[in-house]
């Protein structure tokens, strides 16, 4: 499957955007997928992941509560809703899909496919 992330760009703090992963190839409805983030300098950490069907989600702590992952199997298609953005929350996102979530669900090893970062720079 191959993935094309968008929907990056620069916000001030305290605002919102949606990114956008879209899906080719194989059914997107046969994956679980994810959301990373990777600042300068830094790890690549997780953000968002949800199961194959969209009935089950899991945050990281520091997004819980201002982002939401969805999936739409008809539009091969995942989103990542991001409010009351923050200064730190400023990296280059990815997506990424795997066969199924697991107990790493939050590590990059879970995931078979990854797309190119978009970029999302919150200024304060």
């Known amino acids: 499957v191959q993935l094309q992330a968008s929907g990056g760009g620069l916000v001030q703090a305290g605002g919102s955007l949606r990114l956008s992963c879209a899906a080719s190839?194989?059914?997107?409805?046969?994956?679980?997928m994810g959301w990373f983030r990777q600042a300068p300098g830094k790890e690549r950490e997780f953000v968002a992941a949800i199961s194959r069907r969209g009935t089950r989600t899991y945050y990281a702590d520091s997004v819980k509560g201002r982002f939401t992952i969805s999936k739409d199997n008809d539009k091969n298609t995942e989103y990542l809703q991001m409010n009351s953005l923050k200064p730190e929350d400023t990296a280059d996102y990815y997506c990424?899909?795997?066969?199924?979530?697991?107990?790493?669900?939050?590590?990059?090893?879970?995931?078979?496919?990854w797309g190119h970062g978009t970029q999302v720079t919150v200024s304060s």
């Open positions: 190839g194989r059914t997107f409805s046969v994956y679980a």
């Open positions: 990424a899909a795997a066969p199924y979530l697991s107990s790493n669900y939050d590590s990059p090893a879970r995931y078979d496919y």
